[in-house]
C-alpha cells in the first residue's frame, strides 16, 4: 500500500496525501504489479471513465511580472547577495493560461509522457507536470538524490552553449551550493552520504542542467522517505541558501505564493521506501485556466537577461503542451 501527493514548498504548510484505491506497477526488469485497497464495508471502489473532451483551440497567455520589474527583483537579490545577506536566491515567475475551454487533466498528462520521456510525470491535486529533478529515494537501506542547479537552453547545434555550461565557473558554484548543502542535510540522518566528484549532463528537450548524484545509507531509526524529503525540501535548488535568509527574501518580494511549485511529489509505502522528485515544470489546472511558475537561480555575477531566458526556456515545454491545439 502506497501513499502519493505533493507537499507545499515552504516548509510547515498543510499537506494531505492520498492512498490510492488501486495502483499497478512495473519494475525495471519487467515485472508488474496491481494493488488494490478495499473499503472495511467489502464494497468495490467503481474505477472512473475519462470523460469526453474538447482541446482548446484559443488561448490567452499573460504574465504576472513584466521583464523589466522581475529583472529589478533579480537586481534586487544581486544586492542583497553582495551585502552578505545571502549566497543565492532562486526568483521566479508566474505565468497564466486562458483557454477557450476547460482543460483535460487526461489530456495534458498524456502529451507530457509522449514529450518529455526522460522525466517525472506527475499529477496531484491541480498540479500537473514532467520534472527532471530527483530530490530522493529510498529504497531498503539505500538512498539516492540527482539534485539540478546550472542551466542552459537548448538552441540547434547547442554544443558551444553546453560547453560554455560545463566550464561556468558562476554554474559550477551554485550547483556545488546544492551538493553541499543536500550532503550536510542527509548526513544528519543517514551514514556514507557522498557525492559524485564532478557533475554531469542532464540534457532535456528544451534544456540542459547539471547534475550530481549523491547516494548513502539510512541510519536507525530509519527515516522514510517522506521524512528525508521533508529534511531536503526546499533545497538551495529551488530556495536559495542560506534556506531560511532565502525564504524570508522570497516572502518580501515575490508578488505571488508558490504553493507545491518547488515542493516534494511523489510517493511513500508502508515500509518507509518510495521516490520523490522536485514539483517543477508543471501547470495548476483550474477549468480554463493553467498557471505556471518557473524559477532561475541568482548567484554572484548572474545577468538579469540570461536568467529572464533561463525562465523562457524552462516554461517552454509546458506552454507548448498546453497551447497546442
Partial sequence: MIAVGALPFRPGERAELLIPARVAGRTADGTTWLTEVHPRDGHDVTPREVEAFERPSRFLVSTLQSRTRWCTEVLAALEAITAGDLEKVVLAREVMVEADVPFSRHDVLARLVESQPDCFVYAADAMVGATPELLISRQGDSVTCLPMAGTVARAG?????????????KDRREHRLVVDAMVRALRTR????????APSLARLADVVHLATRIVGTVREPAPSSLDLARLLSPTPAIAGAPRDAALEFL????????????????WVDARGDGEWAVALRGAELDRRRARLVAGAGIVAGSDPDAEWAETEAKLSAMLRVLVTP
Fill in 157 to 169: 547545434d547547442d554544443g558551444t552553449r553546453v560547453s560554455a555550461l560545463e566550464h561556468s565557473h
Fill in 190 to 197: 543517514c551514514d556514507g552520504v557522498h557525492a559524485d566528484n
Fill in 251 to 266: 516572502a518580501r518580494l515575490e508578488p505571488f505564493e508558490r504553493g507545491c511549485y518547488g515542493g516534494p511529489v511523489g
